[in-house]
């Protein structure tokens, strides 16, 4: 809208915006506009990841004006907020789910990487400082756990601190004098919120300046073949750009807040030298759960044992930081590299597997051949679902087509069939692990302590989950074969609710 000399009308808003802008330059070009392509929430997993840790920082600030380090107090003063501060539950809560959901953020952030292989040449490096951050990460964790004093992270911090023990005797002690082990609980608890709120926020700072340094030196890996003129087209980050996140942080703080108002955490029992007979055994929070669960193992048990699972542990954190110079070809497109796609899978079901066995089975030593059958188990299940889909739907959605059916598949696009099959696909892999770790852990139980009714409806319940899997594989390829024109006789039950021009 125009003025009467035709000058244009700004709103109040847009003043203040504009003024802010001439005065800090904050559309000045110094980061480079974004391409198109990147804009979708799988783009922008670790800038969440940051929103998460920002959230961290501020309550856990809040949370500093009451919280006192010390074995006498820390779990008074933790109590105290969770019932005389106004909204300190509510604070509390918030602290910890924001913790859980910057883990699984940055997780999420790392396979995402990892399936689209951003990680390659020349983002190496990226991805090793990506690996530091997510050991911060997991650091904010360990020591985060056990500043409340509660008898279940005490317990479970000394577990994991007496994990050390098998290392040579340099390194032990060398550790166990930097978290103040050796000094005593008072001395402990102190070098532990000093990482915690110190030591730990100024290296992931550090390391998060690194990488969007080398972000802003390479750009944001572009999704692997072709891309269309629109892809590339470059959208400047402010406002643009900046709007887009601010819209998912918004988002993400909205799901943040609501589900710690819908399910408060409650501060669990106060350590104790002499805890009463039925407190349950030490386990580690959910991020550390799949780690502990490997050590449970029957053959990892004794010294020598205990030794070789640390070592399997920390072989599979090795092969992650090294991964870019294992994976080096130059091909990065799903369709074309099977094995580190299945690889990859396995990772993340044994993950989930590990963590919800863990979960059911605290305190027990897990007898080998139960190993063999549910980890064994799900990695064939997986390679064997993931060897079919390579084999039925990559080889229809990598082009080799005929002619006349690619021209009659128009409607289903390789992008949305390709973006179809993943949601779908991710679905049926976590189900069906689910599934099928369920039922052989039934069928385990059953075996070895007798039929119950109980074990029977588990094995009931996971059987049909089971079958809700293959039917959703089925109906998955069924409608590919349907878009792809490669149908021989049409199954009338598969296309309930399908528009007619199927
Ligand atoms: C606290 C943990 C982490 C934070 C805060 C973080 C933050 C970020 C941010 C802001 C980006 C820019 C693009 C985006 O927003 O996704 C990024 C990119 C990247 N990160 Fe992370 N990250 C973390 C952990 C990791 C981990 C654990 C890995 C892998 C092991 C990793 C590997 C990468 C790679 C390879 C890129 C480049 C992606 C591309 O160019 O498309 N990051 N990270």
Do not use: C
Request: no cysteine; aromatic share 12%.
């Amino acid at each position: 809208m125009t003025d009467e000399e035709g000058v244009e009308k700004q709103g109040p808003v847009v003043r203040v915006v504009r003024w802010l802008d001439s005065r800090l330059g904050l559309s000045y070009p110094l980061l480079r506009p974004v391409p198109r392509f990147s804009i979708s929430p799988f783009y922008w997993l670790g800038a969440l990841t940051v929103v998460a840790f920002t959230i961290q920082a501020v309550t856990g600030m809040i949370l500093l004006i009451w919280y006192v380090p010390d074995p006498a107090s820390a779990y008074q003063s933790t109590a105290f907020v969770f019932s005389s501060v106004t909204d300190g539950r509510f604070l509390e809560t918030i602290h910890l789910y924001g913790a859980y959901s910057m883990i699984l953020l940055a997780v999420m952030h790392m396979m995402r990487n990892y399936f689209v292989s951003s990680f390659k040449k020349p983002r190496e490096a990226m991805w090793i400082v990506g690996m530091l951050m997510g050991f911060v990460t997991l650091g904010f964790g360990f020591t985060g756990y056990v500043l409340p004093w509660t008898q279940i992270s005490v317990d479970a911090t000394n577990v994991g601190i007496n994990l050390l023990n098998p290392l040579p005797p340099s390194i032990v002690s060398f550790a166990k004098n930097l978290l103040g082990v050796t000094s005593g609980y008072s001395t402990e608890l102190i070098r532990f919120e000093a990482i915690h709120i110190v030591l730990l926020p100024a290296a992931l700072l550090l390391l998060l300046f690194g990488k969007m340094y080398m972000l802003e030196a390479h750009g944001i890996a572009p999704p692997a073949g072709e891309l269309t003129p629109r892809q590339q087209r470059l959208i400047p980050l402010f406002p643009n750009v900046t709007v887009y996140l601010l819209e998912l942080s918004a988002l993400f703080t909205a799901a943040l807040l609501v589900v710690s108002a819908a399910f408060p955490y409650t501060l669990p029992a106060q350590f104790s030298l002499t805890p009463p007979l039925n407190t349950p055994p030490p386990q580690p929070d959910w991020y550390f759960l799949w780690m502990y669960q490997i050590l449970k193992l029957d053959v990892f048990e004794g010294t020598v044992g205990l030794s070789l699972g640390l070592t399997v542990i920390t072989l599979i954190f090795a092969a992650l930081f090294v991964l870019p110079f294992i994976d080096r070809g130059e091909e990065r497109r799903i369709a074309k590299r099977p094995l580190f796609i299945t690889l990859g899978a396995i990772f993340v079901a044994e993950l989930a597997v590990l963590i919800y066995w863990g979960s059911v089975t605290p305190g027990q030593t897990i007898p080998n051949y139960e190993a063999v059958l549910i980890l064994g188990g799900t990695a064939l299940a997986v390679a064997l679902i993931f060897a079919g889909i390579y084999k039925v739907m990559f080889s229809k959605l990598t082009g080799s087509l005929t002619p006349d059916a690619a021209v009659q598949s128009r409607s289903m696009t390789m992008k949305r069939a390709q973006l179809w099959t993943g949601s779908l696909f991710t679905l049926l892999l976590v189900g069906g692990s689910l599934a099928i770790s369920g039922s052989i852990s039934a069928f385990a139980t059953m075996v070895t302590s007798g039929i119950t009714n109980g074990e029977l409806l588990a094995l009931a319940g996971y059987l049909s989950g089971l079958g809700l899997v293959l039917f959703g594989t089925i109906y998955l390829l069924y409608r590919l074969d349907l878009a792809t024109d490669s149908i021989t006789s049409r199954v009338k039950v598969l296309e309930v609710g399908w528009p007619n021009d199927q």
